[in-house]
């Protein structure tokens, strides 16, 4: 689920069409085109201030309904392969979960395909000015600084906050 820095397009249809081509590449089926543009909406949520962290999963029960599942429902139950799992994890953990350490902890105690759920819902929540930006500094000075390490993800999070602009 690598859709989440899409969300720094302004505009929401392009987010949700960029999503959906991203997606048809990597988890071409309806729910795992669903759960992309959730993730990226998720970002774009934040960045353009769209509402508030506890209107996260009404906004997008709006744009992307599914079967399945309500963006809006707190989800609980240890997280499965399925991409749209945990995105509803993630948005759960946000909801709930007023800090970024608060939102790692909360995902990673649901146990199962938590990485990906961590990495949704951190994407987002590191976009969201409700939620507090405190994880430990180990976190970060723990990161490999090979070809694609630390100094690579810097700057990509630098150029995308240019594109936001």
């Avoid at 995902?107 to 507090?132: F, H, M, N, Q, Y």
């Avoid at 990161?143 to 100094?151: H, I, P, R």
Wanted: glycine share 8%; hydrophobic share 40%; proline share 3%.
């Amino acid at each position: 689920m690598r859709s989440g820095p899409l969300g720094v397009f302004e505009d929401p249809r392009q987010v949700q069409y960029l999503a959906e081509l991203q997606a048809s590449l990597t988890h071409d089926t309806p729910l795992g085109r669903a759960a992309a543009v959730a993730a990226a909406l998720m970002t774009n949520y934040f960045l353009y201030d769209r509402g508030s962290r506890h209107k996260l999963g009404v906004y997008l029960d709006q744009w992307i309904p599914i079967s399945v599942w309500r963006w809006q429902d707190d989800r609980h139950e240890k997280v499965g392969a399925a991409g749209w799992q945990s995105v509803a994890a993630a948005v759960t953990a946000i909801r709930l979960c007023d800090s970024l350490s608060d939102c790692l902890r909360g995902v990673v105690s649901l146990r199962g395909d938590v990485d990906t759920a961590a990495a949704i819902c951190l994407a987002a929540a590191s976009c969201s000015k409700e939620i507090r930006q405190d994880l430990p500094a180990h976190l970060y000075s723990g990161l490999e600084n090979g070809n694609f390490g630390c100094d690579y993800l810097l700057e990509l999070d630098q150029k995308l906050g240019t594109l936001q602009r």
